[in-house]
């Protein structure tokens, strides 16, 4: 069974920051490409930033410069450092584990809520 663990929200002031943290279980971790998304209320889901099995990372224009994905293929864990959050960040934001539309799996989300 597949699972995506997500975890790291909660409510911090504008400027603070953050660290998200998706633990999988069930699949070849290394091989995936792992992302972030994030929804805020009465907004689609939109993409914040994604790594491939080869470390390859790219941000959302909005996110670019203050946000940071890593991976730790020996913990199946994937990282979101969020830094100088805005009032902006405020969402849900979920994990998602894809190799393909057979293989496309997601977190359950957590909240970030930012204080302006």
């Known amino acids: 069974q597949v699972q995506l663990e997500d975890a790291g929200g909660g409510l911090v002031q504008s400027g603070g920051s953050l660290r998200l943290s998706c633990t999988a279980s069930g699949i070849s971790f290394s091989i995936y490409t792992l992302r972030w998304y994030r929804q805020a209320p009465g907004k689609q889901r939109e993409l914040v930033s994604a790594?491939?099995?080869?470390?390859?990372?790219n941000y959302a224009g909005s996110v670019k410069g203050r946000f940071t994905i890593s991976r730790d293929n020996a913990k199946n864990t994937v990282y979101l450092e969020m830094n100088s959050l805005k009032f902006e960040d405020t969402a849900v934001y979920y994990c998602?584990?894809?190799?393909?539309?057979?293989?496309?799996?997601w977190g359950q989300g957590t909240q970030v809520t930012v204080s302006s």
């Open positions: 998602n584990a894809r190799i393909g539309p057979s293989f496309n799996y």
């Open positions: 790594i491939t099995s080869g470390g390859t990372t």
